[in-house]
């Protein structure tokens, strides 16, 4: 446990919060990722397998991606034991200082890469949420907001040869992307920090913060795919992701009706999907 300057919600606002948090909420917010071991036990990895493997079956691939096959959206609305484990406690004791005590889920993916995945590039999840140019430095007297949290809930061993996804330290303090002409550098890094392979054994929890420098690394010979929930947790004013704008949205059909452009559709709430919702 360390102290740490955090945040919790008091009346509807945002407040320092001061006390104990686990190490692992302190190495999220310093280094933008961590994984916390044997957090799901063996009955929930075999509930959250087969609930997922039932989906692929049943579900059409989702639209609007290359890699459709590979994932299926909205699992909590489509298997209980999902629903269950996005709220188990251990996960919830690492975000909640710093996302806020009424932080939600946004998106929630299941993802099933075959022995075979090819990896992806750099990127961030969203933002950077607190954009600066290069050479203006984080002040650390001020605890670095993070807005949105990834996690990883492994259903099977996830070693190096199977394309673990990597962080790079620290990166999620830049207020920048990861450089365009290094999408797929390995040997990216950020002020002198090599990238970490998160590598899990099933029941693991891997974690990392949105704006992390992070990508999945290419599959090596011996590998035997990836099987993971992701869950996307984000503070209580960001909203939810887990249907676009297009299916689950605050229009009524007349105003609807009305829309004349895109810039409007966007202005009223009818977003093109992106990251979190495809």
Same mark, same amino acid.
């Given at each position: 446990?360390?102290?740490?300057?955090?945040?919790?919600?008091?009346?509807?606002?945002?407040?320092?919060?001061?006390?104990?948090?686990?190490?692992?909420?302190?190495?999220?917010?310093?280094?933008?990722?961590?994984?916390?071991?044997?957090?799901?036990?063996?009955?929930?990895?075999?509930? +959250?397998?087969?609930?997922?493997?039932? #989906?692929? @079956?049943? !579900?059409?691939? *989702?639209?609007?991606? $290359?890699?459709?096959? %590979?994932?299926?959206?909205?699992?909590?609305?489509?298997?209980?034991?999902?629903?269950?484990?996005?709220?188990?406690?251990?996960?919830?004791?690492?975000?909640?200082?710093?996302?806020?005590?009424?932080?939600?889920?946004?998106?929630?993916?299941?993802?099933?890469?075959?022995?075979?995945?090819?990896?992806?590039?750099?990127?961030?999840?969203?933002?950077?949420?607190?954009?600066?140019?290069?050479?203006?430095?984080?002040?650390?007297?001020?605890?670095?907001?993070?807005?949105?949290?990834?996690?990883?809930?492994?259903?099977?061993?996830?070693?190096?040869?199977?394309?673990?996804?990597?962080?790079?330290?620290?990166?999620?303090?830049?207020?920048? +992307?990861?450089?365009?002409?290094?999408? #797929?550098? @390995?040997? !990216?890094?950020? *002020?002198?920090?090599? $990238?970490?392979?998160? %590598?899990?054994?099933?029941?693991?929890?891997?974690?990392?913060?949105?704006?992390?420098?992070?990508?999945?690394?290419?599959?090596?010979?011996?590998?035997?795919?990836?099987?993971?929930?992701?869950?996307?947790?984000?503070?209580?004013?960001?909203?939810?992701?887990?249907?676009?704008?297009?299916?689950?949205?605050?229009?009524?059909?007349?105003?609807?009706?009305?829309?004349?452009?895109?810039?409007?559709?966007?202005?009223?709430?009818?977003?093109?999907?992106?990251?979190?919702?495809?």
């Amino acid at each position: 446990m360390g102290l740490r300057d955090m945040i919790r919600r008091i009346r509807g606002n945002l407040t320092l919060r001061k006390g104990e948090a686990p190490a692992a909420t302190t190495q999220l917010e310093r280094d933008g990722y961590a994984v916390v071991r044997g957090v799901l036990a063996a009955e929930l990895i075999a509930q +959250l397998t087969d609930e997922i493997a039932k #989906a692929f @079956e049943s !579900l059409p691939a *989702e639209r609007g991606r $290359a890699d459709r096959s %590979e994932f299926r959206y909205e699992m909590l609305n489509r298997a209980a034991g999902c629903q269950a484990a996005v709220g188990h406690p251990r996960i919830l004791e690492v975000i909640e200082p710093l996302l806020g005590e009424d932080c939600h889920v946004i998106a929630n993916t299941a993802w099933w890469n075959p022995a075979d995945f090819a990896g992806g590039p750099w990127h961030c999840d969203a933002g950077p949420h607190v954009p600066r140019p290069e050479g203006v430095p984080w002040d650390d007297r001020i605890p670095y907001p993070i807005f949105a949290i990834g996690a990883h809930l492994y259903l099977k061993d996830c070693p190096l040869a199977c394309g673990p996804t990597a962080v790079i330290p620290g990166s999620h303090r830049s207020g920048r +992307l990861p450089p365009f002409d290094r999408m #797929a550098d @390995e040997q !990216l890094e950020y *002020e002198g920090r090599s $990238a970490v392979a998160l %590598e899990a054994r099933a029941g693991d929890v891997a974690f990392f913060a949105s704006d992390s420098w992070h990508r999945g690394l290419p599959a090596k010979p011996g590998g035997a795919g990836r099987l993971f929930l992701q869950a996307h947790y984000a503070r209580r004013d960001i909203a939810q992701r887990i249907r676009t704008t297009a299916d689950v949205n605050h229009l009524s059909p007349e105003a609807t009706a009305r829309i004349k452009s895109p810039r409007e559709r966007a202005l009223l709430g009818l977003h093109v999907p992106f990251f979190y919702d495809g």
